[in-house]
């Protein structure tokens, strides 16, 4: 249905204009009941863009919306529209969800994981996110509750919600990261005519072709707002032991931020995940016994905002030093401009010839020779703090390691 009962039930704009008559009015100067301070609004079915409802109403009615919020300069200017999605509609998602660990407190039916499910959109509209930014931080349906809590503070009447858990709290943001308070824009932007779009739907054709073009983000290169934290991960081999091992952390952020990263072998073991909760406060170390797998390892983690580490080499028995033994050092330098500082290390007796590749992002290829007993060091570009990259060695030994995701921008 496309309203309740009063209205002709069609996808006429007085149908619209009755779905939202109570919303209108109350946007409008001197209305005898002006908009509360948080409202919800939820489309009837045929306008929600839910399944087989289609997109072209949707964004009619999310235009009627907008329009009607910015016809009033006084709501306009103090108002934070967020327009979200109840689910994905099925779509596979490439992304990992944060998952977390068996017995977390709040997070577990059972013996079955909560979850966070698939990604879906989540849309601010507002003077303070302006421009075609992304805010690249985790976030949830708790994060609309947050952000709640996080004004309703800030002006003195604080609400607080008592069924967010402690780890949802660490790991989801309160939505403040996608937002420019100190630059906001206030003029009104001038809007696509979505009648066009109604026209299109009831002639029960397509928008154009399914297939966008190459170049499709070239015109218009998305925006990234800054963050004040990131993951690391920290490889190591302990030769004596024949074990390797990651150290996970995060640094800067806020108090309490916390992020999920998962560890999958690549090969050799089968395959399964092992979470992470990882904060300011509580590092995590994955470790792989080489040893069942005569020294071989192969494994990577994976986080948010990008990030990958990537680990695959055959550890070699302590002493035995008489070839190329390659080792690599990875440190992370935030600021305005970040970098990624690479050191590559040779503790054996015969050079050894790394390749460095970007996998995406900036930085160039280059090959060096690292001498035996000495080491050499590479400054890595990033694209606004994002970085990829593999690095190789010649030692026949399958050594091969990437490091990708996004270093801060932000002071802690």
Not at 31 to 36: F, T
Not at 172 to 193: K, N, Q
Not at 326 to 340: H, K, Q, S, Y
Request: aromatic share 10%; proline share 9%; net charge negative.
């Amino acid at each position: 249905p496309y309203a309740s009962t009063g209205v002709v039930n069609n996808d006429s704009d007085a149908n619209l204009n009755g779905v939202l008559k109570d919303f209108i009015a109350a946007c409008k100067p001197g209305a005898q009941y002006p908009l509360p301070q948080v409202s919800w609004i939820v489309a009837p079915y045929s306008w929600s863009e839910h399944p087989s409802a289609n997109p072209e109403h949707g964004a009619h009615f999310s235009n009627r919306v907008i329009q009607t919020l910015q016809s009033n300069p006084d709501i306009w200017k103090s108002t934070l529209l967020i327009m979200t999605f109840d689910e994905n509609d099925g779509y596979f998602d490439h992304v990992l969800p944060p998952f977390a660990e068996p017995g977390t407190p709040g997070e577990y039916n059972g013996s079955t994981p909560i979850g966070y499910g698939a990604r879906i959109p989540t849309i601010l509209v507002s003077p303070w996110t302006r421009g075609g930014w992304v805010g690249t931080e985790t976030f949830d349906h708790t994060s609309l509750i947050r952000f709640l809590e996080t004004w309703t503070t800030a002006i003195g009447t604080p609400a607080m919600s008592t069924t967010i858990s402690a780890w949802r709290r660490g790991i989801s943001g309160d939505l403040t990261s996608a937002m420019d308070f100190a630059h906001p824009v206030i003029d009104i932007p001038s809007l696509p005519d979505t009648d066009a779009l109604v026209q299109i739907a009831r002639a029960g054709g397509t928008i154009g072709t399914q297939v966008p073009p190459a170049d499709k983000w070239s015109s218009t290169p998305l925006k990234h707002r800054p963050l004040s934290y990131h993951p690391h991960g920290v490889f190591t081999e302990d030769r004596r032991t024949g074990k390797v091992s990651v150290q996970l952390s995060v640094v800067g952020g806020p108090a309490g931020k916390a992020l999920s990263l998962q560890a999958f072998p690549d090969k050799y073991l089968p395959f399964a995940n092992t979470p992470y909760t990882v904060s300011g406060t509580k590092p995590a170390t994955h470790v792989w016994d080489a040893t069942a797998q005569d020294g071989r390892y192969a494994f990577s983690v994976y986080g948010p905002d990008g990030f990958v580490r990537a680990h695959a080499g055959t550890i070699l028995p302590a002493g035995q030093n008489g070839g190329a033994v390659p080792r690599i050092d990875v440190d992370l330098v935030a600021g305005e401009t970040p970098t990624v500082e690479i050191a590559l290390h040779n503790d054996g007796r015969q050079s050894v010839h790394y390749a460095l590749t970007p996998n995406d992002h900036a930085g160039t290829a280059q090959r060096i020779w690292v001498k035996p007993g000495a080491t050499e060091t590479v400054t890595w570009p990033t694209s606004e703090g994002y970085y990829d990259i593999v690095v190789t060695a010649d030692t026949n030994s399958g050594w091969r390691h990437r490091y990708a995701g996004r270093v801060a921008q932000l002071p802690a």
